[in-house]
């Protein structure tokens, strides 16, 4: 193809529109990214923070869907399929089975392997443009275990995982008991992982480097439609100029190619939050996953945050409260030094059904870029997702193949 001339239109200011959005404006681009989150509640700026480059295996798995009735919220477990949804996950979960044969999450894994190997090199060269060395902290994470079965089987499970270039080692029993929620039964230090410190902080970096690079901000929402073969974007109504485009709109990404004629079964995968400022929590202690419960504890700079659950749903329909009142149950039975009054939020993962983004050029308007999808890792992804952004709109070679991102690997639409 063709490099990418003109204008760069970005709809959508997440982590990954922003940080593609940067990297396109480094690579001379004149960028505008278009976005309708003013109060920053997308789940780029409500997520746990976690550098997470060992999760290599897709969730698109014969191990996930084995371990789904036990994991059911019902059951006291994360994964929330809501009944008035089901018109939502089924279709959904059909793709995600196709997904999970053993020949298709070999590809699978091998691809997103490929990508997260990419990752932390990626955020290191970000962050050493955005010149905020103390946004990234490389001090791993840890999994702790209350219970010895489940201690004993989460061990196993770690140490037959892939896990890419992660590493981890096990904790000494000093290490454990200054861990808060105990008793802790046994917990395994990653050494190499990261966090971000500051998801706000984060936020204001990668705008003001984008403005630094010539970008600019337009608020509202864009719709896409082709015109003589090429993508053209509406904002608000008003037809905007000619020019490439970028969509990094996260779980609503498949709203926007749909007119374009491009199949997206994405899915929001909701999870939820508790944040709180009042608290004793260790202030070198970077996240904890505490795995039986299936939450994952981060402090960040100005507060603590517990976070958890998939629910299977639609982006915009009302959150469930019963999932912040599990989360301060799980606080309370675990004596967290966390204390009320927690805010309460609810986000969204863009999640396609084989647990791969979709980061490409369209097959069907040359003049479309693309990069959502990216579920549990869309932190992780981000940087390195801007940096194969840069090199699809030049032409240049990417960091890995780019054939298992396609959206091509889901057909076409008709158009009408
Ligand atoms: C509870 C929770 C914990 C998580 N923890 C982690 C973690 O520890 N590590 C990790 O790597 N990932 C984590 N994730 C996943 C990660 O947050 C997401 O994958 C990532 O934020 C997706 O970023 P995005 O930019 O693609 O989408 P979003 O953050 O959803 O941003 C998309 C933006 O586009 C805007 N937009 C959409 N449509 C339009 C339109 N038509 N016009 C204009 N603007 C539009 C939206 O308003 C939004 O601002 C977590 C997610 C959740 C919910």
């Not at 746990?48 to 897709?58: F, K, N, R, S, T």
Request: charged share 20%; glycine share 10%.
């Amino acid at each position: 193809m063709q490099p990418m001339q003109g204008k760069m239109i970005v709809i959508g200011g997440g982590v990954v529109g922003l940080a593609s959005g940067l990297a396109l404006a480094r690579a001379g681009y004149r960028v505008t990214v278009i976005d309708d989150d003013p109060a920053r509640e997308a789940a780029s700026w409500g997520n746990a923070g976690h550098i997470a480059i060992e999760q290599v295996a897709p969730l698109a798995s014969w191990a996930t869907i084995c371990s789904l009735p036990r994991r059911r919220f019902a059951a006291g477990g994360a994964v929330g399929l809501p009944p008035a949804a089901w018109r939502r996950w089924l279709p959904f979960g059909l793709r995600l089975l196709g997904a999970a044969r053993p020949a298709r999450f070999a590809v699978g894994k091998m691809a997103l392997g490929g990508l997260l190997a990419e990752a932390m090199p990626a955020w290191q060269r970000l962050i050493q443009a955005l010149r905020e060395p103390d946004l990234l902290r490389i001090d791993g994470h840890l999994v702790a275990w209350s219970g010895a079965d489940t201690a004993e089987a989460g061990w196993n499970a770690w140490m037959a995982a892939d896990i890419g270039t992660a590493a981890f080692r096990d904790t000494s029993a000093a290490e454990r008991a200054c861990l808060p929620g105990g008793p802790i039964a046994d917990a395994i230090r990653f050494t190499n992982t990261a966090q971000i410190a500051d998801l706000g902080a984060l936020d204001r970096a990668l705008r003001a480097a984008l403005m630094a690079s010539g970008g600019s901000f337009r608020a509202g929402r864009a719709t896409l439609e082709t015109i003589d073969g090429a993508a053209r974007v509406r904002l608000d109504g008003a037809l905007l100029a000619e020019g490439p485009v970028l969509v990094a709109a996260g779980a609503r990404s498949g709203a926007l190619l749909t007119p374009i004629g491009h199949r997206v079964p994405i899915i929001a995968e909701r999870g939820y939050h508790l944040r709180c400022r009042d608290h004793d929590w260790p202030a070198d202690l970077p996240p904890i996953v505490y795995e039986d419960r299936s939450i994952i504890v981060t402090r960040y700079a100005d507060c603590v945050q517990v976070a958890s659950f998939v629910e299977f749903a639609d982006a915009d329909t009302p959150a469930d409260p019963a999932k912040w009142e599990r989360l301060e149950a799980h606080v309370a039975a675990l004596g967290l030094p966390l204390r009320g009054p927690f805010t309460r939020w609810m986000g969204a993962r863009p999640t396609l059904p084989d647990y791969l983004p979709a980061i490409g050029r369209s097959a069907r308007t040359p003049n479309l870029l693309y990069a959502f999808g990216h579920q549990h890792l869309g932190l992780t992804l981000s940087a390195v997702t801007g940096e194969i952004v840069a090199a699809l709109a030049a032409d240049a070679a990417t960091p890995v193949a780019m054939a298992p991102f396609s959206l091509e690997r889901f057909g076409s639409r008709k158009t009408i």
